[in-house]
Nanobody, 127 residues
């Protein structure tokens, strides 16, 4: 299983950015894909997760700090999970990582539950 995160870059505060996590070797239909981020000097933290319930249904979860601003979604045809970031703030600056939990456990915000991780994509929000 491999995950490839992309879409990071420099964006002004209040702007938008879309991150993508392309997954190979594992179908999305029975997994949880999560996004985490690590800001400079801080620990990695949970951002959002999507738990697939078959091909046509899923549940989503968000950290309080991004709720209402970020949206996680999936593209079955591309086996990709997106993180749409809107109304970004300087405190969103971080390296963003995607990861997959093949057992789709309920512990979507626990890093230790995830089996495979992508390499990270850097997001910088300027004020």
């Amino acid at each position: 299983v491999q995950l490839q995160a992309s879409g990071g870059g420099l964006v002004q505060a209040g702007g938008s950015l879309r991150l993508s996590c392309a997954i190979s070797g594992r179908a999305l239909s029975s997994s949880t894909v999560g996004w985490f981020r690590q800001a400079p000097g801080k620990e990695r933290e949970f951002v959002a997760a999507l738990t697939a319930l078959g091909w046509n249904d899923h549940t989503t979860h968000y950290a309080d700090s991004v709720k209402g601003r970020f949206t996680i979604s999936r593209d079955n045809a591309e086996n990709t999970v997106h993180l749409q970031m809107t109304k970004v703030k300087p405190e969103d600056t971080a390296v963003y990582y995607c990861a997959i939990d093949e057992e789709a456990s309920n512990w979507y915000d626990r890093q230790g539950r995830y089996d495979y991780w992508g390499q990270g994509t850097e997001v910088t929000v300027s004020s």
